[in-house]
């Protein structure tokens, strides 16, 4: 049981990182389009698509991880396992490594999240509910996540929908109820921060 726990579990979560990379690659133009459509969003943003390449690279080499320590267990054969060790070792070292970066550049990844933020409610401010194509985006994203805006609700305040709506949220941020006005908002935050 244990051999195949540490043996099989490496290959299959190879197989679905492998599997998550090829798709983040193939579908990079759905993510290109969401990112193109917000005014300006950083352009850091577009190594985003970058998370690809390490995802299928991350993906094969557990692939060969599990493969390696399967064939080494089973013949027993010294040198396959030796290099299994070695490259458990590489990936550690590179897990120690990738941690490290990440303390450097989490104020440089904050500041790129913060601009994308402001610039996503500029975009809704400007265009949610004037044009269809950042509507349905914003209602589609919404509705997924069951959430309202960026940041919250506010973030519609001044949007054409708002305006021409008499000052009423989008339907996402209120499914259950309408009209989707200041007073529901105010009760739904009560409640969702009652649960949380």
């Not at 943003?45 to 390696?68: D, M, R, T």
């Not at 610039?119 to 949610?128: G, L, M, Q």
């Not at 004037?130 to 914003?138: A, V």
């Not at 499914?175 to 200041?182: A, D, F, G, I, S």
Request: charged share 10%.
């Amino acid at each position: 049981l244990a051999f195949l726990f540490h043996v099989t579990v490496p290959q299959l979560a190879g197989a679905v990182i492998l599997g998550v990379g090829i798709w983040v690659k193939v579908d990079s133009g759905s993510i290109l389009g969401f990112l193109g459509m917000i005014e300006n969003a950083p352009a850091e943003l577009g190594q985003v698509l970058n998370v690809g390449y390490l995802l299928i690279a991350v993906g094969v080499l557990l692939v060969i991880i599990g493969f390696l320590g399967c064939c080494g267990a089973i013949r027993e054969s010294k040198c396959m396992l030796l290099l299994f060790f070695i490259i458990i070792l590489l990936v550690f070292l590179v897990e120690v490594a990738g941690a490290v970066v990440i303390l450097v550049f989490r104020p440089l990844a904050e500041d790129v999240l913060r601009r994308f933020g402001t610039a996503a409610v500029e975009s809704i401010k400007k265009d949610y509910g004037k044009n269809s194509d950042i509507t349905g985006l914003w209602d589609t994203t919404m509705s997924t996540l069951k959430c309202c805006g960026i940041y919250n609700s506010s973030n519609f305040v001044g949007s054409p929908y708002y305006v021409a709506n008499n000052n009423q949220y989008p339907p996402p941020c209120c499914p259950e109820t309408k009209p989707c006005n200041q007073t529901v908002i105010a009760d739904f935050m009560v409640w969702s921060l009652v649960f949380v």
